[in-house]
């Protein structure tokens, strides 16, 4: 599964006490930084792309857990649904980055949270969506994949399901949930119809099997992987895992050439092997996957 159970107290229960990919990369970038900021518990100064980063990945996970709820017929008409939802969710991404940046301590000299513009935010999420096209196109091309006709039957191939609106969410304590169990995540409209056994795949099929697993923004508890002696943890971006592949993706919505950008293979690596050890040694593959402001490309 894509998550773990946090461990429960104890020096290895502290984030502190474990490593994480960002303070790898981190101590192989600057190890007096890494010193600092994971030992000592000082932080730098806020930087509007630390807040970006944090705020887009919500918003595009939320784009992406959204059902379609029209039949939809072609690829072109599935794009332009979706990319109907950007505008109000690089609205609420803007807003909810406004909250972080003033609740931070101290800022980089030079910056402010009113040079952030939101067609920066559409733009990102519009690139991001690229991503989820190609797996969605193939799917379909591939009628659905080994998994179609056992989502058609009621069940789902993995423990913990990809999140969509309208489903219930997976919480890794769901103990610790107040209420859990009066709660009612069904939403009427974000319903999924499935087709009947041996048909054709669908548009919104193949949306619905190619649709990553995604930290789920409803969950408040740690979605991480955590290493079974309890010494490592990291908190993967996407999975995708819909023809019988795993492959992990770390989304990155900042400059492709900067030095915090070359550290993204240190970071994957880690987190190949930490799926490596969390899955009994199964195989993967992991990408990054890089989305400038500037442009539509991305990088492998």
Not at 31 to 40: A, E, N, P
Not at 113 to 129: C, H, K, M, Q
Request: net charge negative.
């Amino acid at each position: 599964m894509p998550v773990g159970i946090p461990p429960l107290g104890g020096p290895l229960g502290r984030s502190r006490s474990r490593i994480s990919a960002s303070g790898l990369t981190t101590f192989l970038r600057c190890k007096r930084q890494w010193f600092l900021g994971s030992k000592v518990g000082i932080s730098g100064p806020l930087r509007p792309s630390q807040v970006i980063g944090i705020v887009l990945e919500d918003a595009f996970c939320g784009v992406m857990m959204q059902r379609p709820t029209v039949q939809i017929e072609t690829l072109p008409e599935l794009k332009a649904w979706m990319h109907t939802l950007l505008p109000k969710a690089a609205q609420e991404a803007l807003d909810a980055g406004r909250i972080l940046w003033d609740e931070g301590i101290w800022y980089e000299p030079g910056t402010s949270w009113e040079d952030v513009e939101i067609d920066s935010f559409i733009a990102r999420l519009e690139n991001g969506l690229l991503l989820l096209f190609e797996e969605i196109e193939s799917c379909y091309n591939e009628n659905g994949g080994p998994y179609l006709e056992l989502y058609r039957a009621g069940e789902s191939p993995f423990d913990v399901p990809s999140p969509a609106w309208g489903d219930e969410p997976y919480f890794p304590v769901p103990d610790k949930v107040r209420n859990y169990e009066l709660r009612s995540w069904a939403i009427e409209e974000q319903a999924m119809q499935w087709q009947a056994p041996g048909s054709a795949v669908t548009w919104n099929e193949a949306f619905e099997i190619a649709r990553p697993w995604t930290k789920d923004p409803r969950v408040h508890q740690p979605q991480r992987l955590f290493h079974p002696e309890r010494w490592a943890a990291g908190e993967l971006d996407l999975v995708l895992r819909w023809d019988g592949r795993i492959r992990l993706i770390d989304i990155k919505s900042g400059n492709p050439s900067s030095k915090f950008a070359e550290s993204l293979q240190h970071q994957l690596r880690f987190y190949g092997w930490l799926w490596h050890e969390t899955h009994d040694g199964a195989m993967h593959r992991w990408f990054g996957r890089l989305v400038p402001q500037w442009t539509a490309s991305h990088r492998l």
